[in-house]
């Protein structure tokens, strides 16, 4: 499902210089992504065709992303920082919108490309991941005043009771006949529905409260300059209204991980708790300020739910077809299901040490 590039596409936006070359970047799941390459000192660029069957309203993303990145914008130049590199910049078109859609329907957009710095799959240190864990701190800290409402792009995005109404829906529809094949798969979804559900039933009732969050907070969203401090939050596609958990969930999910998203090898993946004790404390020492004690009570337990969120998103659409992700391969959902479920165990295995962790590192930013 890769996109074919409009012809001349480039000359819809409104760029500095001469296009070299534009070529295919990056692993994301669900955009296709293109590095524009321009001759001389010229900025380059990063232009993306937006997945219009996840995304189901481009225009109010883009705006959502322009609200967040303005707000961005000031306060990384009130706090001395360079705003051209810490924030991502939205390059419009050549009439002023945010997007370009072309004759086929299809969604484009663009954005500065941000020199000089590094991506990871991974977290190789535990150092590494506490200036993650600042870095999403410090996005969260930033945006939590902003007052503008964003529009609701991804209604239910993280919301368990939402994921187990498509996962009831598709399970009953079973489309392509794949459900009897991972009845094994299915139990582990079915017996951590009530556990899974009580948390998102804090953010329901208020207890867990509503913020400005990103919502893919995985490790290759952040870019890191040469010394190893978080540069710039980008993917800014999910930024939504929702609960701060989410993000240090979904980033513990990534950075701890000892293997793959989708790797194969199941002895590969377990959760590495140095690396979970750096982020946890490279991101309370932003955010400890702001949290309440029921976000602060749940961070340990929003990496399970983020990881279990994942099997489930994984598994649902193997048993829909394989029609949200991207897959190389017949069973790549299967695979990545059993590798985030690898995962799961061994945070459930880890439990008491991971919420121990937490523990200490607020009692130490406390004293
Ligand atoms: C998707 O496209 P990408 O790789 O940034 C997905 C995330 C998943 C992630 C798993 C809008 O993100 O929620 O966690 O894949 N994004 C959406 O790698 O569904
Ligand atoms: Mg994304």
Same mark, same amino acid.
């Given at each position: 499902m890769s996109a074919i590039l409009p !012809? /001349?596409?480039?000359?819809?936006f409104a760029i500095e210089g001469t296009v070299k070359t534009i070529r295919p970047l990056g692993e994301g799941l669900i955009n296709d992504t293109f590095f524009i390459e321009t001759e001389g000192d010229s900025p380059n660029y990063i232009l993306q065709r937006k997945n219009k069957s996840i995304f189901k309203d481009v225009p109010s993303m883009m705006d959502n992303i322009h609200k967040v990145t303005g707000h961005l914008k000031k306060k990384i130049v009130a706090r001395g920082g360079d705003p051209m590199r810490e924030a991502l910049i939205v390059t419009p078109t #050549?009439? *002023?919108?945010l997007y370009y859609q072309d004759s086929h329907g299809e969604y484009w957009a663009a954005c500065l490309f941000i020199e000089d710095t590094i991506t990871y799959q #991974?977290? &190789?240190s535990p150092q590494l991941a506490a200036q993650g864990g600042k870095g999403i701190g410090l996005f969260q800290a930033m945006l939590a005043d902003m007052k503008e409402p964003l529009a &609701?792009?991804?209604? *239910?995005?993280? =919301?368990m009771r939402f994921r187990f109404e498509q996962w009831d829906d598709t399970l009953r529809r079973d489309p392509v006949g794949r459900k009897a094949k991972v009845q094994k798969e299915i139990e582990w979804i079915e017996s951590r529905r009530a556990e899974m559900l009580a948390l998102w039933e804090k953010a329901e009732s208020g207890e867990i409260p509503t913020r400005v969050t990103h /919502? &893919? #907070?995985?490790? $290759?969203n952040i870019l890191f300059d040469q010394q190893g401090n978080v540069l710039c939050v980008i993917?800014?596609? #999910? @930024? %939504? $209204? $929702?609960?701060v958990l989410n993000d240090y969930g979904d980033a513990i999910r990534s950075y701890? =991980? !000892? *293997?793959?998203? &989708?790797?194969? =090898? %199941?002895? /590969? @993946?377990?959760?590495?708790m140095d690396i979970f004790e750096g982020y946890t404390k490279g991101y309370l020492s932003e955010t400890i300020s702001f949290l309440n004690a029921a976000e602060i009570d749940n961070l340990a337990f929003s990496a399970k739910y983020i990881t279990f969120e994942q099997v489930l998103r994984f598994l649902m659409d193997y048993i829909d077809g394989d029609n949200y992700y991207k897959v190389k391969s017949e069973d790549h959902n299967l695979v990545r299901t059993h590798a985030q479920y690898k995962l799961l165990q061994s945070m459930e295995a880890s439990y008491g040490e991971m919420c121990r962790i937490v523990k200490d590192a607020v009692d130490s930013l406390k004293r």
């Open positions: !012809a /001349n596409i480039e000359q819809q #050549t009439d *002023g919108k #991974t977290a &190789d &609701d792009i991804l209604p *239910g995005f993280h =919301n /919502n &893919d #907070t995985k490790i $290759s993917d800014l596609d #999910t @930024v %939504l $209204s $929702s609960i701890a =991980n !000892a *293997g793959l998203e &989708d790797d194969e =090898n %199941l002895d /590969n @993946v377990y959760i590495k």
